[in-house]
């Protein structure tokens, strides 16, 4: 059975840093991209960017929004892709979630096939 | 302000048909990119439903199908229950933006 767990969540100051995990089982890990969403209070899901597997380099893409504050990478000997956000703003407080992604190698396109059950970031003064 | 256009709301009866619009453009739907949707109960995980625009993953029932045509995609869900009060997603992918999402969809079961 594939598992997800995020972890790391919690509250944080403007300004300051925090690091996502997402433990990844039942599945065998460096085959897949992996994703990152989040999910403000009343708001939709937004995706907030994409890790690939190694097999197409390990590269990254991410939404405008979170460009250049926002970091995925991935570790695969143990199973975990992370998310590093800096320079926090208020809007950056949602749940966040990560899931599994199928990438297609002939077009670059991807879906996000399982979730984890999100972990709450607050960022508050 | 979401790449791609959903209703905000749809409502329907138990036992009956309803269908989640989805528009996009020429850089997204409309380039033959595959359209993919999502199922949220609030609490939970959000569900893939629909992948490559009309297939279901194992478990999924086949109350729910997916179509797509020119630069727009449907849900459509048939016998309606209540389980199925849920927010829907579409998503594809654009030839300049990567990842798109439309902005959901509130199904009510009245």
């Known amino acids: 059975e594939v598992q997800l767990v995020e972890s790391g969540g919690g509250l944080e100051k403007p300004g300051r840093s925090l690091r996502l995990s997402c433990t990844a089982s039942g599945f065998t890990f460096g085959d897949y991209a992996m994703s990152w969403f989040r999910q403000a209070p009343g708001k939709g899901l937004e995706w907030v960017g994409f890790?690939?597997?190694?097999?197409?380099?390990?590269?990254?893409e991410y939404a405008a929004s979170v460009k250049g504050r926002f970091t995925i990478s991935r570790d695969d000997s143990k199973s975990i892709a992370y998310l590093q956000m800096n320079s926090l703003k208020t809007e950056d407080t949602a749940v966040y979630y990560c899931t599994s992604t199928h990438y297609y190698d002939s077009s670059g396109e991807v879906y996000f096939q399982h979730w984890g059950q999100g972990t709450l970031v607050t960022v508050s003064s | 302000q979401s790449v791609l256009t959903q209703p905000p709301s749809v409502s329907g009866a138990p036992g009956q048909r309803v269908t989640i619009s989805c528009t996009g453009s020429?850089?997204?739907?409309?380039?033959?990119?595959?359209v993919h949707w999502y199922q949220h109960l609030p609490g939970t995980a959000p569900k893939l439903l629909i992948y490559g625009n009309s297939n279901r993953p194992s478990g999924v029932p086949d109350r729910f199908s997916g179509s797509k045509s020119g630069t727009s995609a449907s849900l459509a869900i048939s016998g309606l229950q209540s389980e199925d009060e849920a927010a829907y997603y579409c998503q594809s992918y654009d030839s300049s933006l990567s990842v798109v999402f439309g902005g959901g969809t509130k199904l009510t079961v009245l």
């Open positions: 020429s850089s997204n739907i409309g380039a033959g990119y595959d």
């Open positions: 890790i690939r597997s190694k097999a197409y380099g390990g590269t990254t």
